[in-house]
């Protein structure tokens, strides 16, 4: 069984939400690497835009399995972004630095490509847009 985040720019107040499966990993548990594969994803920047890769919507789907390996689908600003081959790195080294994270898969996907409305409002203001 695997519980799934969805991250920032799903609701319409652009704040995270989070769906809990059922899951052999204990509530409190989940609830702490959900808050803390969050923290550390907003550790990781976008170098041509001043707001962490979270808020600007870049993260589209998180999955805790019950062995703690995290899946994480994220995409780019635009494909041809010159640290697309750089960025699943970053992000794969901060969420492996979590406690209790056991394995982190970064997939890359364009589908559906990335626009400005999954950006939350701190990330709106963060680009002087809000």
């Known amino acids: 069984m695997q519980d799934q985040v969805k991250p920032a720019g799903d609701s319409p107040d652009g704040a995270a939400d989070s769906v809990y499966a059922a899951s052999s990993i204990p509530a409190d548990e989940l609830a702490r690497l959900t808050d803390d594969i969050v923290m550390a994803l907003k550790t990781v920047y976008d170098p041509e835009i001043p707001a962490d890769i979270y808020e ?7 999955d805790i399995e019950d062995d703690r390996s995290v899946k994480i689908d994220m995409t780019l ?3 041809g972004c010159p640290v697309a081959g ?3 790195g970053w992000v794969q080294n901060a969420v492996g630095a979590v406690e209790g994270v056991s394995n982190v898969e970064v997939n890359m996907v364009f589908d559906p490509p990335w626009t400005p409305d999954r950006m ?6 963060a680009v002087g847009w809000y």
């Open 77 to 79: 600003t635009a494909p």
């Open 86 to 88: 750089e960025m699943p």
């Open 56 to 62: 600007l919507g870049l993260i589209y789907r998180i």
């Open 120 to 125: 939350s409002e701190e990330a709106q203001v």
